[in-house]
């Protein structure tokens, strides 16, 4: 058993099955693992390996048919809707692929929205808001909208409201597959940053360069951890 103290997160004896047209679909088979705190993981597996599925249950998106999922030495694996809500808002952090930004929003209030439903008043909200923009390099977009930023600016204030709530733990999920190479490059050189500041951050990837920049791998297939590795530098 891993010790609570020091361990973000511990997967035991993980399953998941899908009903699918009278068929039961194994999307995750007997998963356990442990990640420490301020670990950097990528998740990797060919489509239908079940790392998206993995993804789901580590942001309490989904729960697992079987087995336990501890965040934070907290059991959520039996939680309802409304308490696993209230986790993901106060103690996680998602970066999307697509960025999932507000497009009537500014980046201010991009990133502090989490805030409005965690009840800060306005004024606290924008400066939280004010020193994540300058955090991420956006200090002179604050009221800019999403469409007026490049793909890669528009991750940056996804990172930036990942943040707000000070998470946990990072879930980021493709972070760089919307951008181009060297725009992708800054993304992960930010993640890394973030993660050296002691970030716990957990990131499904297909890319081998991208996941280069995590200190540990899990790589699955049919719904199984085939390996463990930690990345060498």
């Given at each position: 058993?891993?010790?609570s103290?020091?361990t973000t997160?511990?997967?035991?004896?993980?399953?998941?099955?899908?009903?699918?047209?009278g068929?039961?679909?194994?999307?995750l088979?007997?998963?356990?693992?442990?990640?420490r705190r301020g670990?950097f993981?990528?998740?990797m597996?060919?489509?239908?390996?079940?790392?998206?599925?993995l993804?789901?249950l580590?942001?309490c998106?989904?729960?697992?048919?079987?087995?336990?999922y501890?965040?934070?030495?907290?059991?959520v694996?039996?939680?309802?809707d409304t308490?696993?809500?209230?986790i993901?808002?106060?103690?996680?952090?998602?970066?999307?692929?697509?960025?999932?930004l507000?497009?009537?929003?500014?980046?201010?209030?991009n990133?502090?929205?989490?805030?409005?439903?965690?009840?800060?008043?306005?004024?606290?909200?924008?400066?939280r808001?004010?020193?994540?923009?300058?955090?991420?390099?956006?200090?002179?977009?604050l009221?800019?909208?999403?469409?007026?930023l490049?793909g890669?600016q528009?991750?940056?204030?996804?990172i930036?409201?990942?943040?707000?709530?000070d998470?946990?733990?990072?879930?980021?999920?493709?972070?760089?597959g919307?951008?181009?190479?060297?725009?992708?490059?800054?993304?992960?050189?930010?993640?890394?940053?973030?993660n050296g500041q002691?970030?716990?951050?957990i990131?499904?990837?297909?890319?081998?360069?991208v996941?280069a920049?995590a200190?540990?791998?899990?790589h699955?297939?049919?719904?199984?951890?085939?390996?463990?590795?930690?990345?060498r530098?």
């Amino acid at each position: 058993m891993a010790d609570s103290a020091q361990t973000t997160v511990e997967v035991r004896g993980v399953r998941k099955v899908y009903p699918m047209g009278g068929q039961e679909v194994r999307a995750l088979n007997g998963v356990s693992f442990a990640i420490r705190r301020g670990a950097f993981w990528a998740i990797m597996g060919p489509s239908g390996s079940g790392k998206s599925t993995l993804l789901n249950l580590l942001g309490c998106l989904d729960r697992p048919t079987e087995g336990t999922y501890l965040l934070n030495g907290i059991d959520v694996s039996d939680l309802g809707d409304t308490e696993l809500s209230d986790i993901r808002l106060k103690h996680l952090g998602f970066i999307f692929q697509s960025f999932n930004l507000i497009p009537q929003l500014t980046v201010e209030e991009n990133i502090a929205l989490p805030l409005y439903y965690l009840g800060w008043d306005a004024r606290s909200s924008a400066k939280r808001a004010r020193e994540l923009a300058g955090r991420v390099g956006l200090a002179d977009r604050l009221q800019h909208r999403p469409r007026e930023l490049s793909g890669g600016q528009q991750q940056r204030v996804a990172i930036a409201r990942s943040l707000v709530n000070d998470p946990v733990l990072l879930l980021a999920d493709e972070p760089t597959g919307n951008l181009d190479s060297a725009t992708g490059a800054d993304i992960m050189r930010l993640l890394g940053e973030l993660n050296g500041q002691g970030k716990t951050i957990i990131m499904v990837t297909h890319e081998a360069d991208v996941a280069a920049h995590a200190g540990h791998q899990l790589h699955m297939r049919d719904g199984l951890i085939e390996r463990l590795e930690e990345v060498r530098r």
